[in-house]
């Protein structure tokens, strides 16, 4: 077994380890997360197994990944939606125009299945997706985060796998744009996150 397999198997373990910690400590009401973001992951993950399967490139490491990927974000957002019940979901104007857009980019995609419009669409639309989080994130009040610090580090973890995997593997540097993204949006998460905690001290200091 290869560097690249070994790292395909770590990063399907942690997403899965990741994603059932994320739906049990929602159930137990420890975090808040905001639907619009899995909504928007869920049209990203859709696009991206979608063009796994209509390119020629397969293997089982992109297969198992692809799988994995959307396996949890379809979990995640299926228990949201469970735990929301029949109470109408309230998106705030930010998270209307996040889910406007990202809708815009997958309809382009399917509408012209160029290969650029489809990498840029994915790109477009697994960043907006980020928005809703770092939005609620932003907006501090005293208490618990809304998003688990574990969750996302682990994130930032799996991020730094893939890119060190392309970056010792083929170079293929417009594939090193995915994980790049995603490192870079993941920190920002936890740097918010820890911003949240930061204020929770200096408030109960104070």
Known sequence: MNITNLAAVAVVALVFYVGMRYCLRFLSGETSPRIATWLIFEIGVAMSLASYLAGSDHSLTKAAL????????????????????????????????????????????????????????????????????LESLWRWKCGKPPEPLDKWSINVLITLIGLVVDLTGKRDYLAMIYPLRALILCLLVVGLIFRWEQKNRAALAG
Do not use: H
Request: charged share 15%; with cysteine; net charge positive.
């Open 66 to 133: 692809n799988l994995a990927d959307c396996f949890q974000v379809t979990v995640i957002l299926l228990v949201l939606l469970f735990r929301q019940g029949r109470r109408t979901i309230e998106f705030t104007s930010k998270e209307r125009l996040s889910l406007w857009v990202s809708g815009i980019a997958a309809t382009g995609w399917i509408l012209t299945k160029s290969g650029w419009i489809g990498f840029l669409g994915f790109q477009t639309v697994m960043s907006v997706a980020y928005l809703p989080t």
